[in-house]
């Protein structure tokens, strides 16, 4: 079982900056985060494999940008010019394999509370 703990959310105002970080037990393949806002289903924000190829989900494609530190198990977010309709849970996630959708999604985090609000 690979744990996922999750730090870096909290209450920003539109326009600011976050950086959400994940840390695994494990080297996994892939890495990444999804999102849900109240009343909405889950949806892939960014992932990231093992050699560092990436996907973004559309809404958030030029304001978020997603790395890794192969050495740390870590995997991080920084997201920019955030908007209010970025206010969601955010979970990190993990796979064996290359996540493209939330069926790929073999490991969940707890999830970390991300606000935008002025």
């Known amino acids: 079982?690979?744990?996922?703990?999750?730090?870096?959310?909290?209450l920003v105002q539109p326009g600011g900056s976050l950086r959400l970080s994940c840390t695994t037990s494990?080297?996994?393949?892939s890495?990444?985060?999804?999102?849900?806002?109240?009343?909405?289903?889950?949806?892939?924000v960014a992932t990231i494999t093992r050699d560092n190829?990436?996907?973004?989900g559309p809404d958030v494609k030029g304001r978020v940008a997603i790395s890794r530190d192969n050495a740390k198990n870590?995997?991080?977010?920084?997201?920019?010019?955030?908007?209010?309709?970025?206010t969601a849970v955010y979970y990190c996630v993990a796979?064996?394999?290359h996540i493209f959708a939330r069926a790929n999604v073999q490991y969940w985090g707890r999830g970390t509370q991300v606000s935008v609000s002025s």
């Not at 985060?33 to 892939?44: T, V």
């Not at 190829?53 to 973004?56: G, N, R």
Request: glycine fraction near 12%; aromatic fraction near 12%.
């Open 74 to 86: 870590t995997v991080y977010m920084q997201m920019d010019s955030l908007i209010d309709e970025d």
């Open 95 to 97: 796979s064996r394999y």
């Open 26 to 29: 494990g080297n996994i393949y």
């Open 31 to 44: 890495l990444g985060w999804f999102r849900q806002a109240p009343g909405m289903q889950r949806e892939l």
């Open 53 to 56: 190829s990436t996907v973004y």
């Open 1 to 10: 079982q690979v744990q996922l703990v999750e730090s870096g959310g909290g």
